[in-house]
């Protein structure tokens, strides 16, 4: 899995991906699980739950033509959730949330990716919006939640692609929970 996701980063041919591909590697991004308690809570569920992600993408961009570049699919798909490198630890009991982990989730994706290439503006859309309503101010609060309910609509209306990651990420999570 981790020669497939670096073959398709490298394929993007995006300035700055080795360094990305790099950060990864030099990371807990192919060890690390997706959660402590739910989807991908394993060694290596981080690394499976993106690969997963991509393909419900791949998928669902070919069926319903959202027109969403090959470059920007593998980019967001599989990069979605590097906000949660170095976000879980472990113990005997299994594992736990990192306290010292910076707080956010789609924005420190975004940050953490444009610290090594640069995102266009769908590519961005994509991945700060992909957890959909689970990261409004309205279901999280106001100290966690990273954007209003109204802001995402407006998003989904104007940018239909960016739904479709949303259920992407959520059909890979549903399909990984019920294994």
Known sequence: MQA?????????ERGGIDKL????????FHTAPAST???GNFENGLAKHSYSVYEEFYRLNNELDLDVP?????LTSILH???KIGAYKKNTKGYYWNKEQPKGHGKLSV?????????????EALILYHMGPWNTVQFMGTDKGEYTLLELTTVWNRLKAVR????????????????
Do not use: P, W
Not at 168 to 177: F, G, L
């Open 37 to 39: 308690k739910f989807h």
């Open 81 to 83: 959730d590097v906000c």
């Open 70 to 74: 090959q470059q920007s699919l593998v």
């Open 164 to 179: 479709f990651l949303y259920f992407a990420d959520e059909m890979a999570t549903i399909t990984e929970e019920v294994r």
């Open 21 to 28: 591909i790099n950060y990864l590697k030099q990371s807990d």
């Open 111 to 123: 940050s953490r990716i444009k610290e090594f290439i640069e995102l266009t503006e769908l590519e």
């Open 4 to 12: 497939f996701i670096e073959q398709e980063l490298r394929k993007t």
